[in-house]
């Protein structure tokens, strides 16, 4: 007989993720649809599917070679970023934890400015080693977080935000530092990519934000399990057999390897990592086993609609995608900070 | 043979507290309580025999095995510990949370299956067992601290562990919980019975429960036996620094110990628990 009082727990909820893979879908959908010439939903999949249609078309030359891309983009970064803000905020206990937030993404930023000041960067640049210099920069500066926010072995949410804010702070002047002593042409790429933005990027840069991703959804779906039990507190997990310093290193840096490949690629795009979870858990709960999966499809689906509405609003001018995130996100972590749930988290 | 043998046990904080050279056996199906002052080092000991922190010197044995050897999911399948205080960090359901007891029983390298059909079993037992069963579908963070404590207790008891460590399981609690809290853990003990370890800083709660008492100062051990060799105003005023009178509780028989407020203590400070301090804050 099947106890009674498990039915929150006794099934896996498969069927919300369905529908946020149903909302992922809509949203690129949307996102090829939309722009300054429509393009009707039929159009769309025979530019999508329809082999041997010539480049002549405008519909799929626009869907093929700059919609799609850019959704796809869109979509990884987006995915990036969440899983990102749920392993941070998994490891550090606290709903408030995000990239931009920890200032892990002015650290990436950093990373990526001495790349373009060494030369590494722009178009005959390899954009692994710039990704690989994001990441240096993101595990610097959660290392430096986490380092300064600690308070014998815990980690109170007001260190941990005030610390996140002088980090960040410090990096972005690094940044200034760095774009004041830059030549004028690498001046402006670094600029507008700064702003964060959904520009097209190369096959390879894609290619390498894909696999961070998936490194990152790997990691975080070994540990999920784990990661539920260190909500109980660190001491707890230990004592129910859980390697806790070994599970928190792993994430800690997964979280920091996808937030730099997301920064390296697309700039810096606040909140993501705070809006995604919080939903994510309304609709799941805070099962990580589930949250893992739910980030990615929503985050990816939040991001490309974000990124619709920033190049609709004021079109044919575009706004940057992060001015949309931010938007969304600033009043969530008021709310958050205010409520029970995040002020008073350890 | 002795369940929980420690040898000679060392640790020392930064600041210089800890435990020096302890070392004291337990046998099966004993319930054995650790009582002492605010930073005796009865809290160091806990957190040793569960491995949160190794011994700098000496060692401890759980069924003649050093723990040091024994990777924490194989301890945790033998000693379940229930913590003093329980805070869940995001909103889990009380079923979510008595199933994560579970954990070292089910431990995978990909995939977690605690919560299949013997976890869940094992989960609602414990809810049963300590009267929580209605509660499974509430959000912990929104039950009352004498419920948290029950769902706690459910947690540590689906551990399944035949070794049980207690961290002060009454401190926070009002009379009645405390009440159901203590005949739940008495029987548990008695049915199973294993091996249980109260860390207390309650003295009559100790003596009047406990087949043997260890008292701790300092910490070190001044004085282990029956609760009424142990709780004397002699074993007890050099240990708490104050003086005290020690009568018979009048229906078991058993010692029980209060402390004298006179001119030369200041009052409320010298036996004043700061947990209690705290309590009173809050209210």
């Given at each position: 007989m099947d106890p009674t009082p498990f039915p929150e727990v006794a099934r896996w909820r498969a069927f919300p993720l369905l529908c946020l893979a149903g909302i992922l879908l809509l949203g690129l959908l949307l996102s090829v649809m939309v722009g300054s010439v429509s393009v009707a939903p039929r159009e769309v999949m025979r530019a999508l599917?329809?082999?041997?249609?010539?480049?002549?078309?405008p519909a799929v030359a626009v869907v093929r070679y700059i919609r799609l891309p850019r959704a796809i983009l869109a979509g990884m970064v987006g995915a990036a970023l969440a899983l990102a803000g749920l392993g941070f905020q998994a490891i550090s206990r606290n709903p408030l934890a995000d990239p931009a937030v920890l200032g892990v993404s002015s650290g990436a930023s950093f990373g990526v400015t001495i790349a373009t000041l060494l030369g590494?960067?722009?178009?005959?640049?390899?954009p692994a080693v710039v990704t690989l210099f994001a990441f240096a920069g993101a595990l610097l500066a959660a290392v430096s977080v986490y380092a300064i926010a600690q308070v014998e072995g815990r980690l109170p949410i007001t260190t941990l935000l005030l610390s996140g804010v002088i980090i960040g702070l410090f990096f972005t002047s690094c940044v200034m530092l760095i774009t004041a002593l830059l030549a004028a042409a690498e001046l402006q790429g670094v600029v507008f990519w700064l702003m964060g933005n959904l520009a097209p990027v190369g096959r390879r840069t894609l290619a390498i934000l894909a696999i961070t991703l998936a490194i990152g959804v790997l990691v975080l779906s070994r540990h999920a399990s784990r990661l539920n039990l260190l909500a109980l507190g660190e001491e707890q997990a230990l004592q129910l057999g859980v390697e806790a310093e070994r599970v928190k290193r792993a994430v800690f840096v997964a979280s920091a390897l996808i937030t730099g490949a997301a920064i390296s690629t697309a700039g810096s795009i606040a909140f993501v990592g705070l809006i995604v979870p919080h939903a994510a858990r309304l609709l799941l709960g805070p099962d990580n086993r589930r949250l893992v999966p739910a980030s990615v499809l929503l985050g990816a689906a939040f991001l490309m609609l974000a990124d619709l509405v920033a190049r609709s609003v004021m079109a044919p001018a575009e706004l940057p995608v992060g001015v949309i995130t931010s938007f969304c996100g600033a009043p969530l972590f008021v709310y958050l900070l205010r409520s029970r749930q995040g002020g008073e988290a350890l | 043979m002795s369940v929980v043998e420690v040898q000679g046990v060392v640790f020392r904080y930064r600041t210089g507290r800890g435990v020096e050279d302890v070392s004291f056996q337990v046998s099966p199906g004993e319930l054995l309580g650790v009582v002492g002052p605010n930073s005796a080092g009865k809290s160091t000991l806990l957190r040793l025999l569960s491995k949160v922190m190794a011994p700098q010197r000496g060692r401890i044995l759980i069924e003649g095995r050093d723990i040091a050897l024994l990777s924490r999911v194989a301890l945790a399948r033998q000693v379940a510990v229930l913590p003093q205080e329980f805070h869940v960090a995001f909103p889990f359901r009380v079923a979510e949370v008595v199933l994560m007891g579970r954990y070292p029983h089910a431990a995978g390298t990909w995939r977690v299956t605690h919560d299949g059909t013997k976890g869940r079993a094992v989960a609602l037992a414990a809810l049963q067992a300590t009267g929580t069963a209605h509660l499974a579908n509430r959000r912990v963070d929104e039950l009352s601290g004498g419920e948290r404590q029950l769902v706690s207790l459910a947690r540590a008891l689906a551990q399944e562990a035949s070794i049980l460590l207690l961290d002060e399981p009454t401190a926070h609690l009002d009379l009645r919980h405390q009440g159901i809290v203590l005949s739940i853990l008495l029987a548990h003990h008695r049915e199973r019975r294993g091996t249980t370890i109260l860390v207390s800083h309650d003295l009559n709660l100790a003596a009047e429960h406990c087949d043997r008492l260890l008292l701790i100062a300092g910490g070190r051990i001044l004085t282990a036996g029956r609760p009424e060799e142990v709780i004397t105003p002699r074993n007890l005023e050099p240990a708490y620094g104050c003086p005290v009178t020690v009568e018979r509780h009048?229906?078991?028989g058993r010692p029980r110990v209060q402390g004298i407020l006179n001119q030369r203590v200041l009052p409320g400070i010298a036996w004043q628990h700061s947990s209690d301090v705290r309590e009173a804050g809050r209210s």
């Open positions: 599917f329809a082999s041997g249609t010539d480049a002549q078309d590494l960067a722009g178009p005959f640049g390899n | 009048p229906i078991s």
